[in-house]
């Protein structure tokens, strides 16, 4: 996979279409094992009778075609961020189209904010409802190990999270050619058994939906809490759009992915309407019984497929946040000397992992599970539908009624899933409330606090001119380059009056080096480095990087070239001072008190700038200082 996009016109459109097959199209590519079973065997089951049967299927094509084929695909992935997709990559490209409109950054910078909140509560529950749900197989394979289908399931996750700091490249090789042969069966299947009943083809006329709606009422619209988990990873053909282009995704859904998922409800409904008996399980029993182990062997591979692409989109979505200034720092550590979008966060890894053997354990069935599914992810739709409105108008230029018909149509359609989903929240529904919630209230603790803490470093900030002025002969003069890193742009760092303070020493050169992050996924090397010289050997850096980067200030600074920094770079010589800020919250009322308590503990538990920023260990002196917030 590649870090810059483009369309995929001008790169080998095929190879590209088949890698999407295997990473973007795991999570919806596995609804199949669960999603009709629900409608009629869950929570808020529905009579099971043909006519619910071509009512459900309508409503599960039309589904498809609003949500995945139009919305996202032909809409929604027309608002890149420089070829990047996701709600992270939307939230930064409307943030700078919302200034200067009142409050509307704020209230974007909330919902972007949310949504990647969202996303983590469903990067928790689809590796648990996927891999159970495959497992559950065996039920049907062979019914005798059934009481080591949540045992069965727990070992394959920790085997699955286990892997990831080792890297996902050949397995990564396997993706497309495993998830290739899983469509292909989906397709297969579903073909074979409409057969069975060739006039479910008429549930792609919409009068079946409406038809079912108008005639069940209230459980139709509970029934719509189901309906929608043949939507779920939808916003991952958006979120990866920057490793494979616009076209190799939507040629791949068009042309494979889309056919294989119809043709299979399909199948399963035709073979529900001729044995209403197989509502047990009818995905599995599509397959003749002497298929049923290597079916359950084939769903296992490609659920653990769609697990692996949702724990890589939560390590991106989660460098994206740090880089964006929504989290603290976290180690993140590179898998791959050619891919830079091959990544390994261990926190992230071992606290999903824990929640999601807690999901299994807590929830046992795939069927408990499916009540907590859809509340993130339809919560996730609203708000992607609000945000690209705001495209709409701010960027595209779109005519303002066209923009209400267009979104107004995708809220109606999003709202009565989300609503509908709202019903599951007793049920298990509140669990990617919560987590979502939760996360929300640290990230946006965090952007606040950072912005705090800025402003008041910025305010008592020692002026440079001041401190140039301030500097006499007799303060010796050692040799080398002493690299200050500092978050702002103005005044001298704390550790170089630190080390003024206490060594009474400044060295021949002083750099001031600020590393900032910008609101596009890749920065060019020609605009990496900006240098000021602020007085003779006396200069001022900043570093700059895209929130898909990792920021490596060594690396940086020995490809530059010596008229770009304005002094000649010898590593060996060069000596990283960091300020390590140790925040004292006053007291205050109510919950400023506690928002600050959290800022400061988050603060203490980030990682140091020197393992984020890669600097050598050897050459780092840290110098600490109390700031009152």
């Known amino acids: 996979m590649t870090a810059h996009p483009g369309d995929g016109q001008s790169r080998n459109v095929p190879a590209l279409m088949l890698a999407a097959i295997g990473v973007v199209f795991g ?13 009629f065997a869950g929570h808020h089951a529905m009579a099971l009778d043909k006519a619910n049967i071509l009512g459900v299927l309508s409503l599960m094509f039309w589904a498809i075609t609003i949500i995945v084929s139009f919305k996202y695909v032909i809409i929604i992935m027309r608002a890149d961020n420089r070829g990047e997709g996701g709600s992270l990559s939307l939230l930064a490209l409307v943030s700078r189209a919302a200034e200067g409109h009142g409050r509307l950054p ?40 059934e009481q080591w289908v949540v045992p069965l399931t727990i070992a394959i996750l920790v085997v699955l999270f286990a892997i990831q700091s080792h890297g996902t490249d050949l397995v990564g090789k396997l993706f497309g050619p495993v998830m290739l042969v899983w469509f292909g069966t989906l397709a297969v299947l579903g073909v074979k058994n409409m057969a069975l009943a060739p006039s479910v083809l008429s549930a792609l006329s919409p009068h079946h939906a409406i ?8 459980t139709a619209f509970l029934a719509l809490g189901s309906v929608v988990l043949c939507v779920t990873g939808a916003e991952a053909l958006y979120t990866d759009m920057g490793h494979f282009g616009r076209l190799p995704i939507r040629l791949a859904w068009y042309m ?8 299979n409800y399909f199948g399963q409904g035709a073979l529900l309407i001729s044995d209403p008996a197989a509502i047990a399980n009818p995905f599995f029993k599509l397959a003749p019984t002497a298929m049923a182990l290597p079916l359950v062997i084939l769903a296992t591979l490609a659920t653990v497929i769609a697990s692996q692409a949702v724990i890589s989109g939560a390590f991106s979505v989660t460098r994206q946040a740090i880089q964006l200034g929504l989290l603290p720092r976290m180690e993140i550590i590179h898998t791959s000397k050619d891919e830079m979008g091959q990544i390994y966060l261990p926190f992230v890894n071992w606290l999903l992992l824990l929640l999601v053997i807690a999901l299994v354990l807590g929830f046992q069935t795939s ?17 992607d539908a609000l945000l690209v409105g705001t495209v709409m108008l701010l960027i595209w230029k779109w005519n303002p009624r066209k923009v209400k018909i267009m979104v107004g149509g995708f809220l109606v359609v999003d709202l009565a899933f989300f609503l509908a989903n709202s019903i599951k929240i007793p049920d298990g529904g509140w669990f990617p409330l919560i987590a979502g919630g939760l996360l929300f209230t640290v990230m946006a603790t965090w952007k606040h606090g950072r912005q705090r803490l800025l402003a008041k470093l910025r305010a008592e900030a020692f002026p440079v001119e ?22 702002t742009s103005e005044g001298v760092p704390i550790a170089l009056l630190h080390n003024m303070k206490h060594n009474k020493i400044i060295h021949e050169r002083v750099v001031l080096l600020t590393v900032q992050v910008e609101e596009r996924p890749f920065v060019p090397e020609a605009d990496r480095l900006e240098h000021r010289l602020l007085a003779p050997n006396f200069h001022r850096l900043f570093l700059r990087y895209g929130f898909m ?54 603060a203490r538990m980030a990682t140091s700038a020197m393992d984020y920023f890669h600097l050598p260990s050897n050459r780092v002196v840290e110098l600490g200082s109390q700031i009152e917030i």
């Open 256 to 263: 494979f992915v889309l056919p294989a998922l119809i043709l």
């Open 367 to 383: 069927s408990n599970l499916a009540a907590a599914y859809g509340v993130a992810v339809t919560g996730t739709m609203v708000i």
């Open 211 to 218: 038809a079912l709606i108008f005639r069940e009422g209230w």
């Open 549 to 602: 980067e990792s920021p490596n200030i060594p690396k940086a600074l020995a490809h530059a070239r010596s008229d770009q920094l304005g002094f000649f770079y010898e590593p060996m010589s060069v000596s990283y001072f960091v300020s390590r800020e140790t925040l004292i919250p006053l007291p205050k009322q109510g919950w400023a008190d506690k928002r600050d308590q959290v800022f400061a503990a988050l």
């Open 466 to 487: 001041d401190f140039l002025a301030s500097l006499s002969d007799r303060v010796p003069r050692v040799p080398g380059t002493a690299v200050f890193l500092t978050g």
């Open 27 to 39: 999570d919806i590519g596995t609804s199949p094992l669960y999603a009709l079973k629900e409608t």
């Open 106 to 145: 704020i209230i974007v910078s909330s919902l972007g904010i949310f949504a990647a909140a969202l996303f983590y509560g469903d990067s928790i529950i689809t590796p648990a409802i996927s891999v159970l749900s495959a497992v559950e197989g065996l039920r049907i394979a062979a019914p005798n190990l």
